[in-house]
């Protein structure tokens, strides 16, 4: 009896795991040395243009609105450029959610319909939608200018917006499509089992559970509009009705070509600052977004 309990602790003494022995943390530090550099030279690329537009916008500098010393003279001077900043400001943020609003409604219920009904040329469909990102920007926004003119919307924000949604709609509705597919079924027909209709199951259950999808898609339409030059340049032709890129670029050609370089960077830095404080506030969702279709189920 005294054999057999000695056999059984030794049995459980060569089961018992043993305890790791952890890094110390000048190994640590070692071997996590070339992560740190290599992403602190990253955001060093990255972050030096701006910091320096930032810097630059509100040094003095001769031939700018801001001649010597520090000051906002550059910001006073885009303040007061035509309009007026707040105009154009006005304009763009217009036209950014209006897309933001379009391509949610387009793709969301797009998205949804790919990822959940089965109906004849579903995944014809589908690439078909894809294949706008083949085709050239540039090339379709004459012929659209001309559609635009016919339909009343010429000259008008709602139509730059209906434009930029176009272009957006590929990208939304895949990145919608995963988001739904990563959602099981079950959670479907558990809606329905409780007596909820397609769509208060859609509205209820399915858009809360591809929340990170939505921000994700309504961040990337967001910055994409308020960052588009090209479109407004070729849709607008009322200076009222510019954009804010629109502006400042209108803003560099001066008179006997004398460049206003102060006041152009304080328009690139009022231009960065919502895109940078959407994504600080909003990367968790952004990161979850594009995670959601890794692992489906």
Same mark, same amino acid.
């Given at each position: 009896?005294?054999?057999?309990?000695?056999?059984?602790? !030794?049995?459980?003494?060569?089961?018992?795991?043993?305890?790791?022995?952890?890094?110390?943390?000048?190994?640590?530090?070692?071997?996590?040395?070339?992560?740190?550099?290599?992403?602190?030279?990253?955001?060093?690329?990255?972050?030096?243009?701006?910091?320096?537009?930032?810097?630059?916008?509100?040094?003095?500098?001769?031939?700018?609105?801001?001649?010597?010393?520090?000051?906002?003279?550059?910001?006073?001077?885009?303040?007061?450029?035509?309009?007026?900043?707040?105009?154009?400001?006005?304009?763009?943020?217009?036209?950014?959610?209006?897309?933001?609003?379009?391509?949610?409604?387009?793709?969301?219920?797009?998205?949804?319909?790919?990822?959940?009904?089965?109906?004849?040329?579903?995944?014809?469909?589908?690439?078909?939608?894809?294949?706008?990102?083949?085709?050239?920007?540039?090339?379709?926004?004459?012929?659209?200018?001309?559609?635009?003119?016919?339909?009343?919307?010429?000259?008008?924000?709602?139509?730059?917006?209906?434009?930029?949604?176009?272009?957006?709609?590929?990208?939304?509705?895949?990145?919608?499509?995963?988001? @739904? !597919?990563?959602?099981?079924?079950?959670?479907?027909?558990?809606?329905?089992?409780?007596?909820?209709?397609?769509?208060?199951?859609?509205?209820?259950?399915?858009?809360?559970?591809?929340?990170?999808?939505?921000?994700?898609?309504?961040?990337?339409?967001?910055?994409?509009?308020?960052?588009?030059?090209?479109?407004?340049?070729?849709?607008?032709?009322?200076?009222?009705?510019?954009?804010?890129?629109?502006?400042?670029?209108?803003?560099?050609?001066?008179?006997?070509?004398?460049?206003?370089?102060?006041?152009? !960077?304080?328009?690139?830095?009022?231009?960065?600052?919502?895109?940078?404080?959407?994504?600080?506030?909003?990367?968790?969702?952004?990161?979850?977004? @594009?995670?959601?279709?890794?692992?489906?189920?």
């Amino acid at each position: 009896m005294a054999l057999q309990t000695q056999s059984a602790t !030794e049995l459980i003494r060569v089961d018992e795991p043993r305890p790791r022995v952890g890094r110390s943390p000048a190994m640590r530090l070692v071997l996590g040395l070339p992560y740190w550099l290599f992403t602190t030279a990253l955001a060093i690329i990255f972050l030096y243009p701006l910091i320096w537009t930032a810097v630059a916008s509100v040094q003095g500098r001769a031939g700018t609105s801001q001649p010597e010393g520090w000051g906002f003279g550059n910001y006073v001077a885009l303040a007061n450029y035509q309009a007026g900043v707040w105009v154009y400001l006005g304009n763009s943020l217009f036209v950014s959610l209006l897309t933001v609003l379009l391509t949610l409604a387009v793709s969301t219920l797009g998205g949804y319909a790919f990822a959940r009904f089965r109906f004849p040329g579903k995944n014809v469909l589908f690439l078909t939608t894809l294949a706008i990102l083949m085709v050239p920007y540039a090339t379709l926004l004459i012929p659209l200018y001309v559609i635009l003119g016919a339909v009343g919307l010429s000259n008008s924000l709602v139509g730059v917006a209906i434009v930029l949604t176009m272009f957006q709609l590929p990208f939304s509705m895949f990145m919608m499509r995963i988001s @739904f !597919e990563s959602i099981p079924r079950e959670l479907d027909e558990a809606a329905m089992v409780d007596g909820c209709s397609t769509w208060s199951a859609l509205w209820r259950v399915l858009l809360p559970a591809v929340k990170p999808g939505l921000v994700t898609v309504g961040l990337f339409a967001f910055l994409a509009a308020w960052n588009d030059f090209f479109a407004p340049l070729i849709l607008i032709t009322d200076t009222n009705r510019m954009t804010l890129p629109l502006a400042v670029a209108n803003l560099r050609v001066q008179v006997q070509g004398v460049i206003d370089y102060g006041a152009t !960077e304080a328009g690139v830095v009022v231009l960065a600052l919502p895109c940078i404080v959407l994504f600080l506030v909003l990367q968790r969702h952004y990161v979850r977004g @594009f995670m959601s279709g890794a692992f489906k189920g």
